[in-house]
């Protein structure tokens, strides 16, 4: 059961004001002001308006000072999952996060200190202890007052589908009764240049399953989920905002960062969920595509799609929410997983907005206006590089 | 509880490509010489272990994945098959469901760094063919390639203590039969920002590089076996909690350890970094092994190599039983215990 959940994008910070935006269709590319992008092929992305004052929790101002901006999105997000869910300070509570990049920013500033002037160590211990992911963990650790168990699943754009994969089965395997988890990745130089000199940014607009798509749209945010057992959630009488049915994960060996035409792993991944759910495609009412922009990429999922609901996909409502927030990275899967909770919870199916002609390997319709719909289960698909591919089931708490 | 098999072991480390390489080096009584790497903007070259170049060059090097590769995913993919054995010809046939856990810490920082630097001098030059392999999971990636093995893949981040996490994710998988085998591999790479890092905590721990890998499998037959017999939950550093009590909450929850068996702990030449560690294990005076004396700090290497030199020491019958020591360096301490069941 998801009892808490919390998310960051550039919709704006909380469940209310991506609710909101997701509604609307609403797009939050603008160009961006965090890095230099002088003389790159794009310069827009999905930035964050991060709040001056963050939420009081148990850290010591000196830990939140010297936190990045993407540690400060997971602590956004990781608060209002933990407020919603009603929990206090425990001692065992397993934390499992998805990253890319974790704290990159520091990690640039190390390098740059240690060109620019290489016998000036001032900050740099902080810089080298603090740009790696197990330090934004023991941050929450220390936020919240617990005592994890910590997994940090590092496996390229779907690592937040993984990390709440991972929880789901922690749970189901009786390895506890609580965990917490998601994803999180704010913009970096290393990961916007890679992307641009990879042209895999759109330099137009993002627009997942368009016939003329030309690329995607970087992004930054985090998203958590404070998960519990059906037993514990109704014990204590929590709200349920959902329900993770199924997980599957399978890897595609094709080629590093380009997915197999056909979409074998894909549709591996989608039939693990489904089996681990005991759902198949005629039980599954929306699908929040992996749906990046690329033409690969959504040609492969389109064509996995397509093979994995057979005659259930001619009526499939299909979008990829890319189109809003742009590409996470280590936070889609776990933002797209409350796109998904928001849209059984809330009862509407998330448009694709910017997508207009859309290309014809698509047997699946492909939504692009926002519109009301009762969900009762719902798949999210996460691919990455190295052939990561993972997929989520989500069913209506009610 | 299933038992789990520990069936093959594999090592790339400073002493060379291969367990036996490691085993005459592992458990020496003299570290293995250092060499200097050039840090730019410095006169006095850094102190490290480096793997040497690998002789005869190991056949699946050669596989075309591996061509742009950096060491790390090198080091990843032919600690790991040696590990796998004859068992590598059943993942590629598909008669095996082979499960990939990587753990690593720093991952793959060399082509990160050479990556970031192209960026901050010519943006729009910057390598296309660096940036993919900057992902932590490319390793991973590569040796699923190789195997052409399908299965569950992670990747995990942490520190020292994390190889503990990635065996018990393993047992975890095999125990709810998702997989047939797994393979837990331990691996980083040396660069100089690494080097230079570490410098500011310790002037007297010089890294390494390398990997380690385990590859476990249910005992199916009953036969018994050098088995993984406990991991200890992660004991997290966490602010206001001294890293002894850690540690010695660690030691605590494995079974005691009998006269005759081998403590393979995470020690190095440094007393002040090695202090909460030397102070809980200080009553054993059985056989102690310390590989990281002898071979450098490779972080998630390291630990792998610890347990790799454990497993080996009970399945060559040196001892009954091992508990290797993963004392991390900035996130938690986990304690495996390996028996000859």
């Given at each position: 059961m998801v009892t808490g959940a919390g998310v960051v994008t550039a919709l704006g910070v909380g469940w209310a004001r991506n609710l909101e935006g997701f509604r609307d269709g609403r797009v939050g590319l603008r160009p961006v002001t965090w890095l230099d992008v002088t003389g790159r092929r794009v310069s827009r992305a999905a930035e964050v308006d991060l709040p001056d004052v963050m939420p009081v929790t148990r850290l010591e101002a000196k830990q939140l000072k010297r936190m990045d901006r993407g540690a400060r999105m997971l602590l956004l997000a990781a608060e209002e999952a933990w407020r919603q869910s009603g929990w206090e300070a425990q001692a065992e509570l397993p934390l499992v996060l998805g990253t890319t990049g974790a704290g990159m920013t520091l990690g640039e500033a190390y390098y740059r200190q240690a060109l620019e002037a290489p016998h000036r160590f001032r900050g740099q211990s902080i810089r080298a202890t603090h740009y790696q992911a197990q330090r934004q963990a023991m941050d929450l650790l220390d936020a919240f007052g617990f005592n994890g168990p910590v997994t940090i699943i590092s496996n390229a754009c779907a690592s937040g589908s993984n990390a709440i994969g991972h929880a789901w089965s922690l749970l189901r395997a009786g390895r506890a009764e609580r965990a917490l988890a998601g994803g999180y990745d704010g913009l970096a130089q290393v990961t916007?240049?890679?992307?641009?000199?990879?042209?895999?940014?759109?330099?137009?607009?993002?627009?997942?399953f368009d016939a003329r798509r030309d690329g995607l749209a970087l992004g930054e945010g985090a998203a958590i989920l404070a998960l519990e057992t059906a037993s514990g959630a109704r014990r204590r009488g929590a709200e349920i905002l959902g329900v993770v049915a199924g997980y599957g994960m399978a890897t595609d060996i094709h080629h590093l960062t380009q997915p197999h035409p056909e979409g074998t792993a894909a549709l591996a991944a989608m039939a693990a969920a489904c089996q681990a759910a005991g759902l198949g495609p005629a039980d599954i009412d929306y699908v929040n595509a992996h749906g990046t922009g690329t033409v690969l990429n959504d040609s492969a999922e389109a064509s996995a799609i397509n093979r994995w609901a057979g005659a259930r996909a001619g009526s499939l409502p299909v979008s990829s929410t890319k189109s809003s927030v742009g590409h996470l990275l280590g936070a889609a899967g776990?933002?797209?997983?409350?796109?998904?909770?928001?849209?059984?919870?809330?009862?509407?199916?998330?448009?694709?907005?910017?997508?207009?002609v859309i290309d014809p390997i698509c047997q699946f319709p492909v939504v692009t206006q926002a519109r009301g719909a009762a969900l009762r289960a719902v798949l999210s698909n996460s691919f990455g590089f190295g052939g990561s591919n993972a997929s989520l089931i989500f069913r209506s708490g009610l | 509880m299933r038992r789990v098999l520990i069936q093959g072991i594999g090592a790339v480390s400073p002493a060379g490509w291969g367990i036996a390489a490691l085993r005459g080096a592992g458990s020496g009584e003299?570290?293995?010489?250092?060499?200097?790497?050039?840090?730019?903007?410095?006169?006095?070259?850094?102190?490290?272990?480096?793997?040497?170049?690998?002789?005869?060059?190991?056949?699946?090097?050669?596989?075309?994945?591996?061509?742009?590769?950096?060491?790390?995913?090198?080091?990843?993919?032919?600690?790991?098959?040696?590990?796998?054995?004859?068992?590598?010809?059943?993942?590629?046939?598909?008669?095996?469901?082979?499960?990939?856990?990587?753990?690593?810490?720093?991952?793959?920082?060399?082509?990160?760094?050479?990556?970031?630097?192209?960026?901050?001098?010519?943006?729009?030059?910057?390598?296309?063919?660096?940036?993919?392999?900057?992902?932590?999971?490319?390793?991973?990636?590569?040796?699923?390639?190789?195997?052409?093995?399908?299965?569950?893949?992670?990747?995990?981040?942490?520190?020292?203590?994390?190889?503990?996490?990635?065996?018990?994710?393993?047992?975890?998988?095999?125990?709810?039969?998702?997989?047939?085998?797994?393979?837990?591999?331990?691996?980083?790479?040396?660069?100089?920002?690494?080097?230079?890092?570490?410098?500011?905590?310790?002037?007297?721990?010089?890294?390494?590089?390398?990997?380690?890998?385990?590859?476990?499998?249910?005992?199916?037959?009953?036969?018994?076996?050098?088995?993984?017999?406990?991991?200890?939950?992660?004991?997290?550093?966490?602010?206001?909690?001294?890293?002894?009590?850690?540690?010695?909450?660690?030691?605590?929850?494995?079974?005691?350890?009998?006269?005759?068996?081998?403590?393979?702990?995470?020690?190095?030449?440094?007393?002040?970094?090695?202090?909460?560690?030397?102070?809980?294990?200080?009553?054993?005076?059985?056989?102690?092994?310390?590989?990281?004396?002898?071979?450098?700090?490779?972080?998630?290497?390291?630990?792998?190599?610890?347990?790799?030199?454990?497993?080996?020491?009970?399945?060559?019958?040196?001892?009954?039983?091992?508990?290797?020591?993963?004392?991390?360096?900035?996130?938690?301490?986990t304690g495996v215990r390996i028996q000859r069941l």
């Open positions: 916007f240049s890679g992307f641009d000199v990879l042209q895999a940014l759109s330099p137009t607009s993002c627009r997942p776990a933002v797209e997983a409350v796109v998904c909770l928001m849209a059984l919870r809330e009862g509407f199916l998330p448009p694709t907005t910017t997508t207009e | 003299r570290p293995l010489a250092s060499q200097e790497l050039s840090r730019p903007g410095w006169d006095r070259a850094l102190r490290v272990r480096r793997v040497p170049q690998p002789n005869p060059r190991p056949g699946c090097l050669g596989d075309a994945r591996l061509r742009r590769a950096p060491s790390i995913a090198q080091f990843v993919v032919a600690s790991a098959i040696e590990a796998l054995g004859d068992d590598r010809e059943e993942v590629i046939a598909g008669r095996l469901r082979l499960g990939v856990v990587i753990c690593t810490m720093c991952g793959c920082v060399t082509y990160s760094r050479r990556f970031y630097d192209e960026v901050l001098h010519q943006p729009t030059l910057a390598s296309p063919m660096l940036f993919p392999e900057t992902v932590f999971n490319a390793p991973g990636s590569h040796l699923a390639a190789l195997l052409r093995s399908t299965g569950p893949n992670y990747t995990l981040v942490g520190d020292q203590g994390s190889f503990g996490v990635g065996l018990a994710t393993a047992a975890d998988w095999l125990c709810q039969e998702q997989v047939d085998g797994c393979l837990v591999v331990g691996a980083e790479e040396l660069d100089w920002t690494m080097a230079d890092a570490m410098r500011l905590f310790s002037e007297r721990v010089v890294l390494s590089e390398g990997a380690g890998a385990l590859y476990l499998r249910l005992d199916r037959s009953g036969c018994g076996g050098t088995s993984l017999t406990a991991v200890t939950s992660p004991q997290l550093y966490r602010r206001g909690v001294s890293r002894e009590e850690c540690i010695g909450r660690m030691r605590a929850e494995l079974p005691a350890m009998a006269k005759g068996e081998l403590l393979c702990d995470g020690l190095r030449e440094a007393p002040r970094v090695d202090g909460a560690e030397l102070r809980v294990w200080r009553d054993w005076t059985g056989a102690r092994w310390s590989p990281r004396r002898h071979l450098g700090e490779g972080f998630v290497a390291s630990a792998a190599w610890q347990s790799v030199l454990a497993v080996d020491a009970v399945s060559l019958g040196l001892h009954e039983a091992a508990t290797v020591s993963l004392v991390g360096c900035n996130e938690q301490a």
